[in-house]
């Protein structure tokens, strides 16, 4: 099978024509058909990420595919399936270090590298060997391209996130950096899942006016009204932003941030105290996640019909990260088509 | 003003002139424009009910109404505000036997006799004075008729009872007694909520048609598929369904009762301690529902327009209860118009 | 009756010959055994907080007493009762500015004057008149002074900031500011709730030393070891200990600031989403906990026995004041009795 | 090494001579010190299970013993440590059919079986092979002998019951068929999680007895106050005390069913819904609740001082076996000694 790889000494994909993997206990092999390229990949393809498999290997990220082949103790109804592939794993076990992070990518600590070492390769391939917990059936009348619904990490971030912030049914969400890919995704997501208010507060106006247009619940986020969760969806230098979304909340309401913000943020903890405030950090999902917002996506209550993604052959993956680079955002992403 | 009264003795309701009430403190008094009729106050009119206030008194149930006056220590902002009146009150404090209920209606136990003392006169009048905690405010634009609105007590009781049945977006739900008022509520509930899959189980085949025929996320429910949450809004002595209703339950899973049930369940213990199922309770609601409810109103989140208020002048409700027993169910309720 | 009062332009306690109170509708009268004399009542005194009630009026905290008579809707039951008197109170209702804070003390809001404007007067009297809810009985077989059990607001946080940082028996904590009395106090909670570790992190060498000696589960804090949940007691200026302990959380721990810190904390917010950490503020706690800590007051598990009370006669209140200011700390505080 | 095996045609152990097992990527091999033998067992081995490995196979439940090598992926600073051995095991996947059970023993759904063939093989062993997961480590000053400690997954048991009951510091327990080997251990469990009052409802009183000499919050549930949390730890066919313990919930309260009731429960939905009950089931415990009572027991604030186990060396255990049915109950247990 056709592989691109990540090889010592150098700072761009490489194809390479490997033996296709064959699946042992517990584990499944997918036939890739989309994997979504996220531009954080430009980085790691640089050699900026500390903790990766050891090069060479294959990367990646979230993709759909179809499984091709189960291994021992994995149910054979599995076998012809469409899957969401979910690249995030974690080890077992309690009161160690624990190590988890993404398949074939990266881990957020040194502790990482011991399942990096096991999992080194993605799905950026025509075929990728997974555990079995890591493929999710898509439902299958969906009638979304696998090209866009591979986006459902980030979709499945900001629904964690919500949650883990709280949120219910009705309940008054701020999205930050919702002109962002995750932003976006987070505007989606918490229309599907109920919200009553969704204050889209981003950068780019004519992505914002876009998410307006929407549903009668989004705004720009330009008032003075209040929020029960705040998702801070954006990254970079400034905070400022941000402290001032958690300004917002109402009383008992959370901050949960799933960007990546390079500067500490300053919290003031008089009214984190008075109005029991909370600010946490979010880090990807459970499993369960991607399953339920698949149910929203095949009945049209999650709205994937406004994302659009450009889609380069695998072949043609320098390019298309340099493509991602430079217009990813908003409801645009890059996807890679594995097998054409 | 004119209130409809339940007297010592008689039967039916009797219109009386009254004296306007007057706010004291932490009290409003709310002119009420419409009110929700529900079957159940044949039973209650009947006397067939042991905790109710001491007759004379009025009764009524959920209503919409503007604010007229309020008393110390309320916001005057409330003045002229259409709100939600709830009628639920429970007396605080801990360690004692809590009274609890429906304000000019009933109690589930001797305790609430206390509480319905003091509170004896509920909405089926021209005005009700209520404690300020019972109302809470409509958007301004909501656009849904005050006769439509009032239904939203069991609106609420859904989504509450959904809530403690551990859904979150995406779930699978069934829902017991879906042709009754309470579960073609729950149906539009769910809906709005999130539901990945509603399960309309009714014995009323042309309703339950018309509510798999409102979204894809809606079915007759008589497949084998297993359900995260249950809930069960049908009354009476039948418990089987119920009990089948139990047994489709996916590991994890809550069946949550809000239908008044005239016979034991019978559950066996073995799945449920093996699958981790649970049954339990709920009975109404927190105040934070129903502005969760009216928020998703408001922009049409939670359709209401498939309900049909057949509405009464206050002084036809003898009329109107009659009809309310003979024709409520489904989509359609009756509604007391108190000001017309 | 007696009652130290605060008049306009004065900095000191004056006492009062005032006439009983009677209690109205859902209101209790109490009279005073001990009341807790924190040392922020020095500041408050002075004039430094902002939202109070109109002077004059008497101030007071957490009090310990006898039920002498109780209004309408409230059962007689409870006359004669010892209590637990807890002045903290909010109002009802939501989707409005809500108004909370301690009857006869303060608010952290503006919004709490008209709570205030109510209820103006505390505990520091012979007798006060309360909201029914303000009161928690003390069993009957309990075994501990009013002057130490008068401290139970300061228990009661503690519990209440360690429940809502996800505490469960078996977790390992940090006490920040341990050698507090509220820090102390959190000490003796999360022994008594079945911590698995207890790092009491504190500037007073002598009461660390004394409480590592409690219990085994007690430790100085200064390993390298992780936490489940941190609370921190302390306040002051300086954050550096409090984000050294937040740097120490355990992936999924919580960080709860119940002190009042003068500066705004610097929260990294990188491992913060990466090990999905978070940071809350707590205030105050539900009326049930003082319930529960009395229940294992009343049985020992709860040991109060190192706490000591100095009592000071409601007459000679300033200089209880100025004695609190000077040795309130660790285990030590300063009581009022009311009646003597 | 020896082992003791269930073989086709027969019903009772033999013990045989076996390869030493090897460890595998992700999996640990454990020395075992002392196995916990269940009466259930009886069952087991006469073949009364429908979902069991195909024999031959190694029986065995909860064990403790030393690491004596682990595979790849899997941290060698286990290697030496002690270790709780916890046999459950569940495969990994949503929205598959769960197979989940004991490894070595059983399943209570037939989807176990793909896992039981995978993991045969359990503790009643000199060594076991077992994936990681499954050790957690014992503290180094625990103090605790490995056949008393082998009990931890019934005290697991009533701990995971308890928190899944809504249990809080403080709480009111009920314990069912608290005289029995299960009840008893929740009796302990209660206790050192800061239990308010902990009712041992059982049939035998000199073990009840026992239970309230052991604690000023242990009584014997006789009177008619009410519970918080029940947790019925018996079995058998008769279900009037457990439907009893139920009517005794205080409203909001939950019963926890961790026995295996052999008739169904018949469950007045009127309470249910008025009072706001639950009824839930609960099976085995997340794996951090057996560091958490590690954690507990090293302090001696989970007192496993009561508790007798009568240890037979592993060449015994049929012996055994007929002693555990035989003398089994209330604080005494049957361990087996595999190395000895």
Redesign the interface.
């Given at each position: 099978m056709k592989a691109s790889r990540l090889l010592e000494g150098r700072s761009d994909f490489v194809i390479e024509e490997l033996p296709d993997p064959a699946p042992g206990?517990?584990t499944v092999v997918v036939r890739v058909e989309a994997a979504f390229l996220p531009t954080y990949f430009a980085a790691l393809v640089a050699g900026a990420f500390p903790v990766t498999p050891a090069r060479p290997f294959t990367t990646g990220q979230c993709a759909i595919g179809v499984v091709e082949s189960v291994g021992?103790?994995v149910?054979g109804?599995?076998v012809g399936r469409q899957v969401y592939c979910d690249l995030y794993l974690e080890?077992?076990?309690?009161?160690?270090?624990?190590d988890y992070g993404f398949i074939g990518c990266f881990g957020?600590?040194p502790d990482a590298r011991?399942?990096l070492?096991?999992w080194p390769d993605g799905s950026f391939a025509q075929k990728v060997l997974l555990?079995?917990?890591c493929?999710?059936?898509v439902p299958a009348d969906i009638g979304v391209a696998p090209a866009v619904l591979c986006r459902l990490g980030w979709l499945g971030t900001a629904?964690a996130g919500l949650?883990?912030g709280g949120f219910?049914?009705?309940?008054?969400v701020a999205i930050g950096g919702a002109s962002g890919v995750l932003g976006t995704s987070a505007v989606l997501v918490a229309l599907?899942?109920?919200a009553?208010?969704v204050a889209a507060c981003g950068r780019r106006p004519h992505i914002i006016e876009t998410l307006t247009g929407l549903?009668?619940?989004v705004t720009a986020g330009d008032g003075d009204d209040r929020f029960d969760v705040v998702l801070e969806c954006s990254g970079g230098p400034d905070?400022a932003r941000t402290e001032a979304l958690i300004g917002r909340l109402r009383?008992g309401g959370?901050a949960v941030?799933?960007g990546?913000?390079e500067a500490?943020?300053?919290?003031?903890?008089?009214?984190?105290?008075?109005?029991?405030?909370?600010?946490?950090?979010?880090?990807w999902f459970e499993?369960?996640v991607p399953?339920?917002?698949l149910?929203?996506a095949a009945?049209?209550?999650l709205d994937l019909s406004g994302i659009e993604a450009e889609v380069f052959p695998l072949e043609r993956i320098n390019e298309a990260l340099a493509r991602s680079v430079e217009a990813s955002g908003g409801l645009r992403h890059v996807a890679l088509a594995c097998n054409q």
């Open positions: 206990p517990g021992d103790g149910s109804a599995l080890s077992p076990g309690v009161d160690v270090p624990r957020p600590e011991r399942m070492d096991r555990p079995r917990e493929v999710v059936p629904c949650e883990r219910v049914p009705g309940a008054r599907a899942m109920g009553g208010e549903d009668p619940r905070t009383r959370t941030i799933v990546e913000l500490p943020l300053s919290v003031d903890s008089g009214p984190l105290m008075a109005a029991e405030l909370a600010v946490r950090g979010s880090f499993r369960d399953r339920r917002l149910a929203l009945t049209g209550t």
